[in-house]
């Protein structure tokens, strides 16, 4: 039997986001504001990552167990806990990076004992972008292939995020053909194969590295599905639109949530677009979805 709903693996930081009223301080980073959402669903999850031993390091690790998440496989570094700038935003938030801590994120076999226990293993971009995070994930991919996890990637690459041995071209496109459930946005997908297309064009791509399932998200033009290379177009819900930040973590973690209660592929998106409804009516990356909990 599986204990743990969810495992993800990437950043954890601190988003800097400049309001018309000044700049706020939030906790963020994608596989956080994922692990946060499904725990306020009620899902056991764990999350894997690094901060700085700093003040900013302490207010995630709060922040995290206020929402009853454990925080024994979120390592302590010697680097400074990183840091995002973003700006409210009604469109896809630019982002400005201060990378410290979070690809400092070492293997050890408790890791690997927490994946095979999971059913989802969740990662990220950020920790492919350098070691030893990098190393780590290609390790617990192995992990959850041996073990039956499935294997969720959100690739939120981007080029400032790239360093000398970050994954790149051939290697992430192999990398690519691993993976169980993919959720990239459309600007996403323009960074990753460094092309304008339409979403016809990108699906093309994603479903040539043979991904059982591709959730391609088009902001204000709803999502496109490829279930098996079976593709479907459901239109967006939101209506209200107050900050976008975390609005694609939000829609991953109704998905999931869906997912694994075995819903179908119609309800499951729905839901996400609930939950992404929610996220685009509060600044900065957390959802107020707890009244959700009943619905998952």
Known sequence: ????????????????????????????????????NLAQLGHPVRLISATGDDAAGMVIRNRLKHFHIQTDSITKVAYPTSRVRLNQSLATPVPTFERGADFHIEYHDALATMVKAARIFHFTYWPLSASPA???????????????????????????LHTENGLIGPELMALLTQIDVIKPSLDDAKRLFEMDGTKETFMDRFEALNIPL???????????????????????????????????????????????????????????QTMSAQALKTIGAIAPVESLKGHR
């Open 1 to 36: 039997m599986k204990s743990i709903d969810c495992v993800a693996l990437g950043e954890v930081l601190i988003d800097l986001i400049t309001t018309e009223e000044g700049e706020r301080e939030l906790v963020g980073g994608s596989p956080a504001n994922l692990i946060i």
């Open 134 to 160: 990098k190393d780590t994930v290609f390790k617990l991919i192995d992990v959850a292939k041996a073990h039956d996890t499935l294997i969720s990637f959100d690739p939120n690459y981007h080029p400032d």
């Open 214 to 272: 591709i959730i391609l998200t088009l902001g204000e033009d709803g999502v496109y599905i490829s279930d098996h290379k079976v593709r479907t177009h459901i239109p967006a819900k939101a209506t209200e639109i107050v900050d976008t930040t975390g609005a694609g973590d939000a829609f991953m973690a109704g998905f999931l949530s869906k997912y694994l209660s075995q819903s179908t592929l119609t309800e499951a998106v729905a839901f996400a």
